[in-house]
């Protein structure tokens, strides 16, 4: 069954810190694979998707990711932390059913920054 | 301009009532969704339309009864609400095409007290 794990449900860093959220994901097929931002109080924000060529792709915000078939993972990197960055980050497998797109997400992870 | 937007963004209601969320999108997307993000913030498909067409259906309660006018919208109606229907209704839209990430609207914060 497709499905996308995010082992870690709530990561603090300190501002200036990097960051990794990791993803794992399990699909048959390659995979089209998403990492979206969730502020308190607002609607998912993409960040960046992949779709199918170079392995890491960059996003906004300073984001980047990188697939990895092998680890059939696509986690989620920062170099350098700011205090914005505070928000529920998901990330999601695009998935087919009955012939049709949907998003799979995973549960989230809440990331935290200390000042 | 907003690209999808959801109306209204807060709706407290008490158990048993029917309630309606509407969304639009003006992105030119054939394609639109409910997702339901519950109290731990999990996110899952409810339904999806296509030119609207229902062509995903989640196993959600019949109580749940979405209608797409036209492919710019769709609304998600609710009868006889429950305690377990509280949680944050996102819209979105995408092309049916696969490469398309989908575009999300703001949310709707349902509480039934």
């Known amino acids: 069954a497709q499905s996308v794990t995010q082992p870690d449900i709530h990561i603090t860093v300190s501002e200036g810190a990097s960051l990794e959220l990791r993803c794992n994901y399990s699909?048959?097929?390659?995979?089209?694979l998403f990492w979206y931002v969730q502020s308190p109080g607002q609607g998912l924000q993409l960040l960046l998707k992949?779709?199918?060529?170079?392995?890491l792709v960059q996003g906004i915000k300073g984001f980047e990711a990188e697939f990895k078939r092998s680890q059939s993972s696509f986690n989620l990197r920062k170099p350098s932390v700011h205090w914005s960055d505070a928000a529920e980050y998901f990330c999601?497998?695009?998935?087919?059913?009955?012939?049709?797109?949907?998003?799979?997400f995973g549960a989230g992870t809440r990331l935290a920054v200390h000042p | 301009d907003t690209a999808v937007s959801q109306t209204p963004k807060y709706l407290v209601t008490q158990m048993g009532n029917d309630k309606s969320i509407k969304c639009e999108q003006n992105l030119g997307h054939d394609t639109m969704y409910w997702y339901k993000q519950d109290s731990k913030k999990f996110l899952k498909i409810m339904f999806s339309y296509n030119n609207k067409e229902l062509i995903i259906n989640e196993t959600v309660p019949n109580r749940f009864s979405p209608k797409s006018p036209d492919k710019a919208h769709l609304n998600l109606h609710i009868n006889s609400l429950e305690l377990g229907d509280s949680a944050v209704y996102f819209c979105?839209?995408?092309?049916?095409?696969?490469?398309?990430?989908?575009?999300f609207g703001q949310g709707t914060r349902l509480t039934v007290v």
């Open positions: 979105a839209s995408s092309q049916i095409d696969r490469n398309t990430e989908a575009f």
């Open positions: 992949y779709f199918s060529g170079d392995t």
């Open positions: 999601a497998v695009g998935a087919r059913s009955g012939g049709y797109n949907k998003l799979i």
């Open positions: 699909y048959g097929a390659t995979p089209y």
